[in-house]
């Protein structure tokens, strides 16, 4: 999934991925807290572009549950551990 590409890559927690293979993609905080388990909200990400958030897997109940509680939500939020 994405948080495992961030890690894998170890980039910065904040800021554009724009040398990873998702530079439309930013992360917006330390993720990984509950270790991908959809259960924090800490690998939030926003996907700034919208053909891409659109070609994405719809989000489970579980991940709308955790974005709710994300800080800085937005229309293209997701979950790191949750995007594959
Ligand atoms: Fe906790 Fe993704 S790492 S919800």
Known sequence: NLLDIAQANDLEMEGE???????????TSHPGACGGSCACSTCHVIVDDPDT????EE???DENDMLDLAFGLTETSRLGCQVL
Do not use: E
Request: aromatic residues 6%.
């Open 53 to 56: 958030f659109d070609k994405m």
């Open 17 to 27: 991925l724009s040398q990873s293979r998702a530079p439309d993609i930013k992360l």
């Open 59 to 61: 989000p489970s109940d």
